[in-house]
């Protein structure tokens, strides 16, 4: 099973709003990645957690803060965001070993998030 | 730094006809991972097929195929006997084989509509 779960799928938020993203997985993956997406652009790479550290933040604005509390789980807390932030946010997960299999990276179906 | 190209914004087959989607990288790294990854308008990114560079001989899953040319940096995708539900945004991306260097590459992304 490679499942990666996200909640919420929508999310409306107005600029002084602080809300949550969240992602899960149990499939024992020990790395696991936000992405933001525009409509008809590829996924950039925001953050990734390598057993359950911060490893890569790709110079991500403060108002953008990831969180993972265990190495199931992955949150992204939202503050005081802009509407150029509306975008589809994407969860992955990979197994976090060497190898391909190890490192192909499985996504959720995002969160679709609007910034009034 | 590596980059992925995607020459074809928009590509269109007949269902159950062949079609082939290009992908050209580059880079200066001898290890490394080529995926192709497809998000129907339903947005989930689904991967399709996984390469290895040390690998010559071509991956295959079911319909899909890729033909890896290492020496030319391209990577193509091949859907056989083409269905509507292929019908998707195709990314290519690249992964440095580095353990710890979790980044991928994605390409802008094609198109593919399928029709009927």
């Known amino acids: 099973d490679t499942e990666v779960t996200q909640t919420p799928k929508h999310l409306v938020m107005g600029m002084t709003n602080k809300k949550s993203l969240k992602c899960e997985q149990h499939?024992?993956?020990?790395?696991m990645y936000w992405y933001k997406q525009k409509a008809k652009k590829p996924p950039e790479l925001m953050f990734v957690?390598?057993?359950?550290?911060?490893?890569i933040n790709e110079s991500v604005p403060s108002r953008f803060s990831p969180e993972c509390p265990n190495s199931s789980l992955l949150n992204l807390h939202l503050h005081a965001l802009q509407p150029e932030d509306s975008a589809l946010y994407l969860c992955?997960?990979?197994?976090?070993?060497?190898?391909?299999?190890?490192?192909?990276?499985?996504f959720g179906p995002g969160t679709r998030l609007l910034v009034l | 730094a590596q980059t992925v190209t995607q020459s074809q914004p928009e590509m269109s087959v007949q269902e159950a006809e062949t079609v082939t989607l290009s992908c050209t990288y580059d880079t200066s790294e001898s290890d490394y991972y080529l995926f192709w990854y497809k998000q129907p308008p339903s947005r989930q990114m689904i991967l399709v097929i996984r390469?290895?560079?040390?690998?010559?001989q071509n991956a295959t899953e079911n319909r899909f195929s890729v033909n890896f040319q290492k020496a030319a940096k391209s990577f193509s995708l091949k859907i056989s006997d083409s269905q509507l539900g292929d019908a998707a945004m195709y990314f290519c991306?690249?992964?440095?084989?580095?353990?710890?260097?979790?980044?991928?590459?994605f390409g802008t992304g094609t198109r593919l509509t399928i029709i009927p």
């Open positions: 390469q290895e560079a040390y690998k010559q």
């Open positions: 499939m024992g993956h020990r790395a």
């Open positions: 991306a690249y992964r440095s084989a580095d353990f710890g260097n979790e980044k991928l590459t």
């Open positions: 992955a997960s990979s197994q976090g070993i060497s190898g391909p299999k190890g490192e192909t990276q499985y």
């Open positions: 957690y390598s057993y359950e550290k911060l490893s």
